[in-house]
């Protein structure tokens, strides 16, 4: 009865809006995607010449030991419920897109940061446990490899490895190089700039199959 009365009602009742994530079970639900950026710095070993790219160094062909120059990392921040533990993210640690991915160039994206934890929610009246998992992928423009300018104080010629020299006019003699000279790539002398080796020291994956890729549109309601 309501107020007393047997013969009225009082019925209450709540509406809103349900998304379509909250009726699938938790591990069901899509990845969620977020996106941020962090500074950081790289070896400064390019200059921009108008839209034409050189070699920054001092006049002699040097470059700079020890120079770098700014440059922000986008990071793509990876959200997904498991019912089973995610092995797999601990073992894309550390690890490089194998491939273009996101629209990046092969190498320039990491995957680190794993954070890993139980989670216990109320689910169509059960308790549901499962995995969430986060992982940062950070995007670097001029990628996660090694850039190293190929110097040293040898070469290779037909085969042979050879100590680099130069001729001493006061003494009119030849003699060990005091400096790193540059070397081609292939261990031959350039007399000149040297070659830039990249050297990918992180192992690769396919980030596609772990990650999936975020949806074009905000997910439907």
């Known amino acids: 009865g309501f107020d007393g009365s047997a013969y009225f009602t009082h019925v209450t009742f709540d509406y809103g809006i349900i ?55 986008v990071v793509a921040i ?36 794993l954070k890993v934890k139980t989670v216990r929610e109320e689910f169509q009246g059960a308790i549901a446990s499962y995995w969430q998992a986060t992982m ?12 190293l300018p190929d110097v040293g104080w040898n070469f290779i010629l037909n085969n ?19 400096n790193p000279v540059g070397l081609d790539g292939n261990g031959g002398l350039t007399l000149g700039l040297p070659a830039i080796l990249n050297r990918r020291v992180n192992p690769e994956t396919d980030f596609s199959t772990l990650f999936g890729t975020p949806p074009t549109t905000p997910p439907a309601i």
Request: net charge negative; proline share 7%; aromatic share 12%.
């Open 19 to 73: 998304l379509l994530d909250e009726l699938l079970h938790p591990t069901q639900r899509s990845a969620v995607w977020d996106f941020d950026s962090s500074p950081g710095e790289v070896p400064a070993l390019t200059y921009y010449d108008g839209s034409t790219l050189r070699p920054l160094t001092n006049s002699a062909g040097d470059y700079f030991p020890g120079l770098v120059t700014q440059e922000s990392t």
């Open 136 to 147: 940062e992928l950070h995007y670097r423009q001029s990628g996660h490899n090694l850039q």
């Open 160 to 178: 042979q490895r050879r100590r680099a020299m130069v001729f001493d006019a006061q003494n009119n003699e030849w003699v060990a190089s005091p």
């Open 78 to 113: 990876y959200s997904k419920n498991y019912l089973q533990f995610p092995s797999a993210l601990f073992q894309a640690q550390n690890k490089v897109n194998s491939a273009t991915y996101l629209g990046c160039p092969l190498h320039t994206i990491k995957a680190q940061n």
